[in-house]
């Protein structure tokens, strides 16, 4: 063996090896060739799946002919079908005016009527003299926005002494004419400013540093430690009570999906700043018109924050795949019916497009079975879009009839094939067999639903939030924002203006008993909420019983 001159390359003497050497080295070539074939394409997936991240659509949606490269071994489905959205989808525009659109536009909003008439004098006709009469009107409608305003309002308290009193040497009496209470005592703060503070941040996504800036130019002058300490003084002598009853409401619903995101907590009591925190979500199914959304903000992601959480809880609880909920099925409630876990086929689907999104185009094996896969889970999504508006037996029905023969078959076919993959489609099939029985579940009970987008759309306001303030600056902050992010999200996911129903409750609250307080009047989904936190449209009560 020699070396180049200059160089650390080495070079072998194949002619003065014998045979036996030279098949034993061409081997050991050939499985080291392999190792970096595979290195390298692991690679190459890795940086495909990275830039279809960053710079493609978050959509997970496919076309016609988007994986037309797969190789094709029985398609077990007809075309790929999207999954089932909530509502109506709106029409593309079509670039044409639609009839009756700003009479659409502007339906619900208050209306203020200014008629422009002639005067007296101008009622005369300029060529005779003559009277004029009215001929026709013509209305012409815009949308005037009234920008918000800080107004300084002094509550002058009058007190009143009995001067008789005084003369005749009776102790005297003095009476205070009656006034509101302060929200927080010695502080500027009102109501109106603190929901509008809390709506921007929570709702809006806005941080404080631009509200303190937008306070400044409208010259009011409040530093950003004093606008982050109203909302949590709000939330701890007001708000935390709407969220207990709101948490105690949930738990005693047959459904409830639950998802998790990071938020990152400055200054935790015995934890460094890069340590991990979580946000959990809970919510309502599509079981229900009482809608509910709530927040937990937790010191790590162990199983021990749900089990206390749903602490006793007995019903279906939809989510991801994350193993720690797996003890709730033994740990919460003392008996049965217990909790129920069901599996979201979202995220079996998300596994196979992780494939798509790493593979370089040419045809495969592996391309093969991703496209079969994917043509199953969307066969099973067109399946409920069938079910769009069916009543839950109904709906249990045509699962047992089409998707539970579908879902034996799938995993018959993943079980044959589980031994043969590798890389991501080895990850994704993997969790699906692993999922089998929670991906099953949603047969037992027409009101679930095949995946856990419920939860993950409730989720996303957090999550868009997060990438506006970063960080919470101490654990007090982080529980005030989950219980804020809970009373917004419920107020709106019950068709509230949020602003007006945080106003609402501050105003009632500050002046009240809150032992005493019935707080069921005051829940988002309560009839006897007044028309002020309701948003257009929504403002017909049922009639009090």
């Given at each position: 063996?020699?070396?180049?001159?200059?160089?650390?390359?080495?070079?072998?003497?194949?002619?003065?090896?014998?045979?036996?050497?030279?098949e034993?080295?061409?081997?050991?070539?050939?499985?080291?060739?392999?190792?970096?074939?595979?290195?390298?394409?692991?690679?190459?997936?890795?940086i495909?799946?990275?830039?279809a991240k960053?710079?493609?659509?978050?959509?997970?949606?496919?076309?016609?002919?988007?994986?037309?490269?797969?190789?094709?071994?029985?398609?077990?489905?007809?075309?790929?079908?999207?999954?089932?959205q909530?509502?109506?989808?709106?029409?593309?525009?079509?670039?044409?005016?639609?009839?009756?659109?700003?009479?659409?536009v502007?339906?619900?909003?208050?209306?203020?009527?200014?008629?422009?008439?002639?005067?007296?004098?101008?009622?005369?006709?300029?060529?005779?003299?003559?009277?004029?009469?009215?001929?026709?009107?013509?209305?012409?409608?815009?949308?005037?926005?009234?920008?918000?305003?800080?107004?300084?309002?002094?509550?002058?308290?009058?007190?009143?002494?009995?001067?008789?009193?005084?003369?005749?040497?009776?102790?005297?009496?003095?009476?205070?004419?009656?006034?509101?209470n302060?929200?927080f005592?010695?502080?500027l703060?009102?109501?109106?400013?603190v929901?509008?503070i809390?709506?921007?941040?929570?709702?809006?996504?806005?941080?404080?540093?631009?509200?303190?800036?937008?306070?400044?130019?409208?010259g009011?002058?409040?530093?950003?430690?004093?606008?982050?300490t109203?909302?949590?003084?709000?939330?701890?002598?007001?708000?935390?009570?709407?969220?207990?009853?709101?948490?105690?409401?949930l738990?005693?619903?047959?459904?409830?999906?639950?998802?998790?995101?990071?938020?990152?907590?400055l200054?935790?009591?015995?934890?460094?700043?890069?340590?991990?925190s979580?946000?959990?979500?809970?919510?309502?199914?599509?079981?229900?018109?009482?809608?509910?959304?709530?927040?937990?903000?937790?010191?790590?992601?162990?199983?021990?924050?749900?089990?206390?959480?749903?602490?006793?809880?007995?019903?279906?609880l939809?989510?991801?795949?994350?193993?720690?909920?797996?003890?709730?099925e033994?740990?919460?409630?003392?008996?049965?019916?217990?909790?129920?876990?069901?599996?979201?086929?979202?995220?079996?689907?998300?596994?196979?497009?992780d494939?798509v999104?790493?593979?370089?185009?040419?045809q495969?094996?592996?391309?093969?079975?991703?496209?079969?896969?994917?043509?199953?889970?969307?066969?099973?999504f067109?399946?409920?879009?069938?079910?769009?508006?069916?009543?839950?037996?109904?709906?249990?029905?045509?699962?047992?009839?089409?998707?539970?023969?579908?879902?034996?078959?799938?995993?018959?076919?993943?079980k044959?094939?589980?031994?043969?993959?590798?890389?991501?489609?080895?990850?994704?099939?993997?969790?699906?067999?692993?999922?089998?029985?929670?991906?099953?579940?949603c047969?037992?009970?027409?009101?679930?639903?095949?995946?856990?987008?419920?939860?993950e759309?409730?989720?996303?306001?957090?999550?868009?939030?997060?990438?506006?303030?970063?960080?919470?600056?101490?654990?007090?902050g982080?529980?005030?924002?989950?219980?804020?992010y809970?009373?917004?999200?419920?107020?709106?996911?019950?068709?509230?203006?949020?602003?007006?129903?945080?106003?609402?409750?501050?105003?009632?609250?500050?002046?009240?008993?809150?032992?005493?307080?019935?707080?069921?009047?005051?829940?988002?989904?309560?009839?006897?909420?007044?028309?002020?936190?309701?948003?257009?449209?929504?403002?017909?009560?049922?009639?009090?019983?």
């Open positions: 063996m020699k070396k180049n001159a200059g160089t650390n390359t080495k070079q072998i003497d194949l002619s003065a090896m014998r045979r036996q050497d030279l034993q080295f061409a081997m050991k070539k050939s499985i080291e060739n392999e190792e970096l074939m595979v290195k390298v394409e692991w690679y190459e997936e890795q495909r799946r990275a830039r960053r710079f493609g659509p978050s959509s997970e949606v496919l076309h016609e002919g988007q994986i037309s490269f797969f190789n094709e071994i029985e398609r077990e489905s007809e075309g790929i079908v999207q999954e089932p909530d509502g109506p989808q709106e029409a593309a525009p079509t670039g044409k005016k639609q009839k009756g659109r700003k009479k659409q502007t339906q619900k909003l208050p209306r203020r009527v200014v008629e422009h008439v002639l005067s007296e004098e101008g009622q005369v006709c300029p060529k005779c003299g003559g009277h004029l009469s009215e001929m026709k009107t013509e209305v012409r409608t815009e949308i005037e926005w009234i920008p918000a305003k800080a107004v300084a309002v002094d509550h002058v308290r009058h007190f009143y002494a009995c001067r008789n009193c005084d003369k005749n040497g009776v102790e005297g009496t003095i009476i205070a004419a009656p006034a509101p302060g929200l005592r010695n502080s703060a009102s109501p109106s400013l929901s509008d809390i709506y921007n941040k929570y709702a809006l996504a806005l941080p404080l540093y631009r509200q303190e800036q937008e306070l400044k130019r409208k009011l002058l409040i530093e950003r430690k004093t606008l982050s109203w909302p949590i003084k709000a939330v701890k002598l007001y708000l935390k009570s709407v969220y207990d009853r709101m948490v105690e409401d738990l005693t619903r047959n459904i409830i999906h639950s998802d998790d995101t990071e938020v990152e907590v200054h935790e009591p015995g934890r460094e700043a890069s340590a991990k979580y946000m959990w979500l809970y919510r309502t199914g599509s079981d229900t018109d009482k809608p509910i959304v709530v927040y937990e903000y937790t010191q790590g992601r162990s199983a021990d924050f749900p089990v206390a959480f749903l602490n006793g809880y007995a019903g279906y939809q989510t991801d795949g994350y193993a720690g909920y797996k003890r709730l033994k740990e919460c409630g003392d008996g049965p019916p217990g909790v129920t876990l069901v599996g979201c086929w979202f995220h079996a689907r998300h596994g196979f497009m494939v999104k790493g593979m370089s185009g040419k495969s094996i592996t391309g093969s079975f991703t496209e079969k896969a994917l043509g199953y889970i969307d066969e099973l067109k399946i409920e879009n069938e079910a769009a508006g069916f009543t839950a037996e109904a709906r249990q029905k045509l699962r047992m009839k089409k998707s539970a023969p579908l879902m034996d078959a799938f995993f018959a076919w993943l044959t094939i589980q031994d043969g993959c590798g890389g991501s489609l080895a990850k994704a099939v993997n969790y699906c067999v692993n999922q089998e029985k929670y991906l099953r579940a047969l037992a009970d027409g009101r679930l639903e095949l995946s856990n987008n419920r939860a759309r409730s989720i996303k306001p957090f999550v868009i939030g997060r990438k506006n303030w970063l960080f919470c600056n101490t654990p007090n982080a529980d005030a924002s989950a219980i804020l809970s009373i917004v999200e419920t107020a709106k996911e019950n068709k509230l203006d949020a602003r007006a129903y945080i106003e609402y409750i501050l105003n009632t609250f500050k002046d009240a008993d809150m032992d005493s307080v019935d707080l069921e009047g005051f829940m988002p989904w309560s009839p006897f909420l007044p028309d002020v936190c309701r948003l257009p449209g929504q403002k017909e009560l049922p009639a009090a019983s």
